[in-house]
Structures are given as C-alpha cells and as structure tokens.
C-alpha cells in the first residue's frame, strides 16, 4: 500500500514532469476515451485467455463444478490451482487498474495508455508463467517490470485526485 502511495505518484510525477504526455501525443494523438477502450478491451481479452485455461485445466485435471480450488494432496492439485490461481490474481489486479484508468485518463491519456498497456499485457505475461511453468515463482523473474506500470497507473490516479482538489501537479482536467 505505501508502495502505491509513495512510489506511484513519483513515477507519474517524474513523467508529467519530463513531458512525457506532450512527447506521446507528437506521435500519435490520443483521447480519454481510447485510453479506457484500449485497457477495457486488453482486460477483457487476457481474462477470456485465462478463464479458458481454467476450462480447459478443469477437464485436464478431472475438477467439477462448482469447486474452485483441489485440496493439497489430491491428484494434480498443484497444476490445477496454479492456473485457476493466476486468474484470480489477474482478475484481482484489474479490479484495482481498470476504474483508477477509467477515472485518470483525461489527465494524461497517451502516458496513461502506454503504462496500462504495459501493465496488462506484463501481468498477463504474469499469470501465463505462473500457470505453466514448473516453478511458479519464475513468474517474478520473468514479469516483474509490470509493476512498474503499475505503480505508474495507481500515481496517475493518486495525481488526478490531487489536481481536482486544486493540488499544482503538471496535469489538468
């Protein structure tokens, strides 16, 4: 949490202050609204891929409905688990990027589509390796940088605020 709020906001700041926003619109321009299409329809697409691998994991490793999770010591339940689990925590993590870019997008919209692209295609990249691979702590190796979008994304949010309530930051409504 303090990691949210001590290192989002100066992430963004360092890069409302290097005039990344006016750099990213000289290349293409971008609205509020592409912003949110753009993350919306990532999400949308990375959470259908996962919860497909659920399916196609519950057939695989003979899990009924409506079980989520296998108890440790049944068979396969490492493999199951791991993929069910790397859904969830995507779903998770989306539960907090997607509203803080549906709300911060008019602040900084190309900057803030750059840093949620990155951060859900990285945690996408994220939950495969946690899903698939033998050691699921490789996944840290592997995707870790997404954070740094992350946390990028949630200091965009913690500036937005900040400018609606008449903070100086860089950035506009």
Do not use: H
């Amino acid at each position: 949490m303090a990691m949210n709020w001590a290192v989002g906001p100066a992430l963004a700041y360092g890069l409302t202050y290097a005039g990344a926003e006016g750099k990213l619109q000289g290349l293409k321009k971008i609205d509020a609204d592409t912003t949110r299409l753009a993350l919306v329809s990532t999400v949308g697409l990375s959470i259908a891929f996962l919860g497909a691998w659920v399916n196609i994991a519950r057939i695989q490793y003979e899990m009924p409905w409506p079980s989520m999770m296998k108890a440790k010591g049944d068979k396969n339940w490492l493999e199951y688990n791991a993929v069910q689990r790397a859904y969830y925590n995507f779903c998770e993590a989306a539960l907090v990027v997607v509203p803080i870019v549906l709300v911060a997008a008019p602040v900084a919209p190309a900057a803030i589509l750059v840093a949620s692209q990155m951060w859900c295609w990285g945690k996408f990249f994220m939950s495969y390796c946690y899903a698939f691979e033998a050691d699921t702590s490789r996944r840290f190796d592997l995707a870790s940088w997404s954070y740094l979008f992350y946390f990028t994304v949630v200091g965009y949010g913690n500036l937005a605020l900040l400018t609606k309530l008449g903070v100086s930051t860089g950035l506009s409504f």
